[in-house]
């Protein structure tokens, strides 16, 4: 921290206005969908992915993706994400560490996210230990108890490797144990065996409290737990292998897009040849398809890579916290996820 004192009234005016997460379940946006299906330009694609969402819901083989990259947990959309898994909209999530971690557990553990009414001076905001996601202010001193609480996870396991998957089991069974807020996706996923993979786990307040957990074990001549990425992608891909039919709702892209759909090819270099494309893929995100980069590379584009069928899929390009909320609440009011069995994939791992 910083050696200067903090202003604590000035930093209670910037933190006191809360992000309300929006509910799903409190409207129904199958009319608005509907017409905006009859659209054109970003309202028909939007229209055109809800549908094939419903199709992943509807199809009674398809195991269904989650994958969230970028800060719409933090910007008002971390109830949504709970109601998928809590309603059986989802199956697996594939997720950056900020938004599991930094956002979703941080949550959990009774802290906010603020609207920033007022952007001052970076600086001035440093000086105050508030960070900030554009317009949405974090206490960075609640951010350490995240880092901490990490820490006392990892301080309490057998010292061995272990995947993202399994570490954040155990965040979900710390939350059920301590945790202040029911609607979290770590907690709700725990509960019913959806696993959550971070390939880049450490890039998150993770990252701070297993680094200081592995400082000072090696300090006190004590072995200490690790963070298996390998073992990441190889149960990815055993659940893809089992699955069969799946289906990509992806928000963002970057290294949890990129991840999902490498194990198609991980699966074919495992033998299995037989393998499935991802056969519904959607993505949105506000990435420029012109610069070449995995977050704004188009389903399409994947199809050469042999991983997504490019068939039944569809690129929204949109600012996704303005989009998911209808897309959601039109699948959630359309009830195809009451007739889905539960797959429980987490459940394979023991």
């Known amino acids: 921290m910083t050696d200067a004192p903090i202003n604590d009234t000035r930093k209670a005016e910037l933190l006191s206005t809360v992000v309300e997460h929006i509910d799903i379940k409190s409207f129904d946006a199958r009319p608005i969908v509907d017409a905006m299906a009859k659209m054109s330009f970003t309202s028909r694609d939007l229209g055109r992915a809800t549908s094939i969402y419903n199709q992943m819901l509807a199809d009674k083989d398809c195991t269904v993706v989650l994958v969230i990259a970028g800060s719409t947990s933090a910007g008002g959309c971390m109830d949504l994400y709970a109601d998928l898994v809590r309603n059986n909209m989802v199956d697996v999530i594939v997720a950056t560490g900020a938004t599991i971690v930094d956002m979703d557990f941080f949550e959990g553990l009774g802290h906010k996210h603020y609207q920033a009414l007022e952007v001052p001076d970076d600086d001035t905001l440093r000086s ?91 300090k006190a001549g004590k072995p200490y737990m690790t963070i298996d990425a390998i073992a990441d992608f190889r149960e990815l891909t055993d659940i893809k292998i089992q699955a069969g039919t799946t289906g990509l709702l992806m928000i963002g892209g970057g290294v949890p897009k990129n991840f999902i759909q490498d194990t198609v090819v991980c699966a074919e270099i495992l033998g299995h040849e037989d393998v499935e494309v991802h056969k519904y893929a959607i993505q949105i ?26 068939g ?31 797959r429980a994939w987490g459940r394979i791992f023991g």
Not at 289 to 310: F, I, M, P, Y
Request: proline residues 3%; hydrophobic residues 40%; aromatic residues 10%.
């Open 128 to 218: 105050l230990y508030i960070d900030r996601i554009y317009d949405t202010y974090i206490d960075e001193e609640q951010l350490q108890d995240c880092d901490f609480t990490i820490n006392k996870i990892a301080n309490n396991l057998e010292p061995k490797a272990y995947s993202s998957r399994a570490f954040i089991r155990e965040m979900g069974k710390y939350l059920v144990e301590n945790g202040k807020k029911e609607n979290s996706l770590v907690k709700l996923a725990y509960e019913h065996d959806v696993p959550i993979f971070c390939p880049a786990f450490v890039d998150s307040s993770a990252g701070f409290g297993l680094v200081k957990h592995q400082v000072d074990q090696m």
């Open 285 to 310: 995100t506000v990435a420029d398809v012109r610069d070449g980069a995995c977050s704004s590379s188009t389903l399409q584009e994947a199809a050469s890579w042999g991983k997504v069928n490019t």
């Open 312 to 342: 039944i899929e569809q690129m929204v390009f949109a600012e996704a916290g303005s989009v998911m909320p209808l897309l959601a609440s039109d699948a959630y009011h359309r009830g195809h996820w009451k007739n889905r069995a539960k």
